[in-house]
């Protein structure tokens, strides 16, 4: 056998013996030893929206880029769409179940998130970021964006960014074991 016709063979063989295996299974809750931070993603038009997300990592250094991960339905998405800018507010692992509850379990199309939540400043592209149970914020201005069904990619330039505490922050893991009410 030629080397091209053993190398199509071996493909051959190798995806014959997959096809009649099960589907893997998938466990959703695999998901949950991934490491995640809760963050409070911030954006502003004619108003301020803001909610709670898991999902916001340094992507690059030279310029410092961050990716965050938006909801499709979300209304601060269509807002970071819209304006092109966002902030990241990251939360400190002292954060009350209260602060997650207010950005994280109600719309921002129903409510308006900042009209009672008085622990914020603004950054210098105008946009609120949350000063309290926060150790850093970010302002970013989006430099491009990928659909991916379910969610939005943002990336991110960072235009400006400020350490606020020296607490540790808040990981999901955290958030389950320790903040999140026990059911």
Known sequence: MTRLATE?????CWS??????????QDPK??????????????????????????CVQAANQPVRLV???????????????TGKFNVSVLTDNVPFETIRH?????????????????????CNGI???????????SCEVIDKKDLGSHMLFIGE???????????SCTYAHYHKEIRPKV
């Open 8 to 12: 199509r063979h071996s493909r051959v």
């Open 30 to 55: 695999a998901l949950r030893n991934l490491s995640y931070g809760l963050f409070v993603i911030t954006a502003r038009d004619d108003k301020d929206y803001g909610f709670i997300a898991n999902t």
């Open 128 to 138: 609120n970021y949350i000063c309290e149970n926060t150790n850093a914020f970010f």
């Open 68 to 82: 965050i991960s938006v909801q499709t339905g979300n209304k601060t998405r269509e807002v970071i769409e819209k």
């Open 103 to 123: 950005f994280g379990m109600q719309s921002s199309r129903d409510v308006d998130k900042f009209s009672d939540f008085k622990a914020t400043e603004r950054s």
């Open 16 to 25: 014959a013996t997959f096809t009649n295996q099960p589907k893997p299974e």
């Open 158 to 168: 960072v235009t400006e960014s400020k350490v606020l505490s020296r607490d540790a």
